[in-house]
């Protein structure tokens, strides 16, 4: 059965392939047409625009595709259907499960590869070209909406309005509090460098709050240890989607050890580890519009199929998730129960098929 698991991967590896690469330049001219209003500003040119399109693409190329993969299973597997050769492969003695299975493990191994984009390549290459973009921009690297900010770090609350490229900050604030939620003192600082483990702070200011008396001294600069680390900062100035699974599990570990909401992180994350279940989940529902009564349709009929169906999946995966945080529920189970509830109806059908 080799032979025909390496065709069946063929044709959906292949299907696959050419679906993602329609939907990567659909994806390109939108994203273009959007930064070509940025042109011009600073020294961002178009050339800078395109070379920051070009960056980002792995990242792209890991979000699209599982709708590219459950388009690729329909138009490759619908084209064996079309030309008969899955009726050959059925009257040979192969049942539905068995097809099925060797599409799966085609669509793992695809999965595979893309996970290691998502992983090593794409957020590295997401981060980078943010900065050079903000940076041919003229402008500081913002986060959170260009006012800067907030992070606790045990008893300290610290707010800082803008990180500049080579791992500086500028523009600090750090409020120290007490064990009874009294101020003990506020520290401002012009700017930060990082290094050796540790932040220097450059042109200090510190308050010494004791009971109504305050106490102001300045300082050239202060070595301040703290757990904001610049992997830190990477992971504050991301999308929790755009993130690797690594640098996930590093800021949940910080927000947790501070006491802070780490549940939108938490969700990311289970997402990212469950990729391969929710892929499995892609091609399980699409067999039985290749193996049913619509096997004769066109492929434009398919792709309209698969459209409808991504589009599904990924609104059913957003209000699930939503609503598993709003109600407190673990974030485990909105990651996971999306693509079990499709890979149940999938197999639901499979069976009616039988």
Do not use: C
């Not at 070595?223 to 929790?240: E, M, Q």
């Amino acid at each position: 059965m080799k032979i025909l698991d390496r065709y069946l991967f063929r044709a959906v590896a292949t299907a696959t392939l050419v679906a993602l690469l329609v939907l990567l330049l659909l994806e390109l001219f939108l994203t273009l047409l959007v930064e070509l209003k940025s042109v011009g500003k600073g020294d961002y040119d178009f050339l800078a625009a395109i070379r920051y399109l070009l960056l980002i693409q792995p990242q792209r190329l890991y979000e699209l595709f599982p709708m590219a993969l459950l388009v690729g299973g329909l138009l490759g597997m619908g084209a064996l259907a079309s030309s008969s050769e899955l009726i050959v492969m059925r009257a040979a003695g192969l049942s539905l499960t068995r097809l099925t299975g060797s599409v799966a493990w085609a669509g793992l191994v695809l999965s595979l590869a893309v996970m290691l984009v998502g992983e090593f390549i794409a957020p590295p290459l997401e981060q980078f070209a943010r900065d050079q973009r903000a940076l041919a921009k003229g402008e500081n690297l913002a986060i959170r909406s260009g006012r800067g900010f907030w992070a606790r770090d045990g008893d300290d609350f610290i707010h800082v309005q803008a990180v500049l490229p080579g791992v500086r900050l500028a523009n600090i604030h750090i409020f120290k509090v007490n064990a009874e939620a009294r101020l003990e003192t506020v520290t401002r600082a012009e700017g930060a460098r990082y290094e050796k483990g540790r932040w220097l702070l450059e042109g200090v200011s510190r308050s010494l709050v004791n009971g109504d008396v305050v106490r102001t001294e300045h300082l050239t600069g202060l070595a301040v240890t703290s757990a904001i680390s610049p992997k830190i900062l990477d992971v504050l100035a991301a999308d929790p989607d755009e993130l690797s699974i690594r640098d996930l599990r590093v800021y949940v570990d910080y927000l947790e050890r501070n006491g802070l909401d780490a549940q939108n992180y938490r969700l990311a994350l289970w997402r990212k580890a469950l990729a391969p279940l929710t892929y499995l989940a892609m091609l399980v529902i699409a067999m039985p519009f290749v193996f049913g009564p619509q096997r004769k349709t066109g492929a434009g009929q398919r792709l309209l199929v698969g459209l409808l169906l991504g589009l599904t999946f990924f609104l059913i995966n957003y209000l699930l998730g939503n609503v598993v945080l709003l109600y407190g529920y673990p974030p485990l189970v909105g990651a996971a129960l999306p693509s079990l509830l499709f890979l149940g109806a999938g197999f639901y059908a499979l069976r009616r098929l039988r």
